[in-house]
């Protein structure tokens, strides 16, 4: 386990990281920039833990998390345009981290006795309303329900129902969690690829 | 009680079409959308169970709520010229769907043991925040805020309010119920008839 | 403590003036303006409950905060232009205020339990978020993160950590609150008065 919790921590600093340089385009100052970034990162599994009493909600449990999220700010400050400077290193980490945040808030789900179909949508809750409410925060609509996003909480959801059924055919938790990150990774880095969307509601 | 049930999944399934009808007038996905229906329909009865500490939230307790959401994807994207062309269907449904999540939420809320005073205002959030968070969502100043809206928040708090007059004189459960849907119902057509508005606060 | 519950009551109240007196510039009616009015007051104190798993959130045990936004109404409705006519007086509540809630917000958190960086973190949440959703609901970017804002959620973070570094020598909870309070009010007017402010993200 500990491999994970290094690997989601890290996550946590880049989703802030990639959080506060997207505030950075708005006029906000650097409180502003790190509630955005603090958003980004941990706002998925909050949202998680509130719909399914899970509280104090995560990261207060453990206040490397807040860390994470404080170190990214001098490096976004100082280092901004470097950093924008490797946009397909972002979506990598982010592919990567939707998957690993999927399968963690299903697990969460999971263990508080919630039914798998819940747990599923709690999965992909987790992966992707940081983002939701960055956005909400900033002021905009929410970008990953425009019919413009590529596939994004799709894949999330698709990822939840594969591990769901992987637990089915009795596998170990490692082999589960690294198979859906890998299908999640590749399926929305072909979607980015190839452009591929859901249809619009109308 | 299981007719009460009934109704509250029916009500349930036409708040998610008409959120996610007036979520395609934005340009979402289907993701987008079935949030958006989501939101219209339990996000209410999810805010005032956050806020009264009765966690998990009522629709993850019980996956019939998320097959209701569900299948009001597939009746939008098909249907929804036809849908459309029954407005005051819709408004029927509404006005009755209000005064039913009025009064459930405030006896949720009074079994917790909170004041009814308390009660009145959670029945009124249960009733109308689905609206509010559909609006936030999409990124547009909640409808039920504007001087232009008809009575509809002040017609769930009157219920209220009815309804906790009534128990004081020891009346049964699906009198005052019943009593309470039809004056809510009532207040309701009438305000949208006559134009009814509360004064700006201006 | 009789004395901080009568400030807390009086500072709800004046919150929720503020808020509705802000809300009277957008075209909302009266429940639009006391659900902003209810949210500036005690949104801060409610965002922090339920992340904190303090449920149900504090203004539902204790019917008194309800009552003093209720008073706000007639007030703003009918007093509206003399009110603005003191915006410094507003401005001095405001400060006394922030004060106020940061040191009550960080002791409910420790009093869970919770890290020290977290009550921190937390006070500042309970003195400046409920400005966060009333923005929010007015459909605005949040002002406390513009950079055109003088510190605000800034002075809350560093009286926070006064307040807990002023806790390991041993002092007297009046008078860690005193000086909390006191610090952050000059901080505050100072910051106000010459234009301090964060510098941008960007």
């Not at 976004?76 to 592919?95: E, N």
């Not at 909400?136 to 939840?160: D, H, I, K, M, S």
């Amino acid at each position: 386990m500990d491999f994970i919790y290094v690997f989601e921590l890290l996550g946590t600093f880049v989703f802030a990281i990639s959080g506060m340089a997207s505030a950075a385009e708005k006029k906000f100052d650097l409180f502003g920039g790190a509630v955005i970034g603090w958003a980004t990162a941990v706002g998925g599994g909050t949202i998680r833990d509130l719909l399914i009493g899970r509280l104090p909600v995560s990261w207060m449990r453990d206040t490397n998390f807040l860390f994470a999220i404080l170190a990214a700010i001098p490096v976004v400050y100082f280092f901004r345009k470097t950093i924008l400077r490797f946009p397909r290193t972002f979506l990598w980490f982010d592919s990567l981290g939707i998957g690993l945040f999927t399968v963690l808030g299903l697990e969460k789900t999971l263990a508080l006795g919630l039914d798998p179909a819940i747990a599923v949508v709690m999965g992909a809750v987790s992966a992707t309303f940081g983002g939701v409410l960055r956005d909400l925060l900033c002021n905009e609509v929410p970008q990953v329900f425009r019919r413009e996003t590529e596939l994004y909480a799709t894949v999330c959801l698709l990822g939840g129902l594969l591990y769901v059924l992987l637990g089915t055919i009795q596998l170990d938790f490692r082999w589960k969690m690294s198979i859906t990150i890998v299908v999640v990774f590749s399926i929305r880095q072909l979607s980015v690829r190839y452009g591929w969307r859901l249809p619009a509601i109308k």
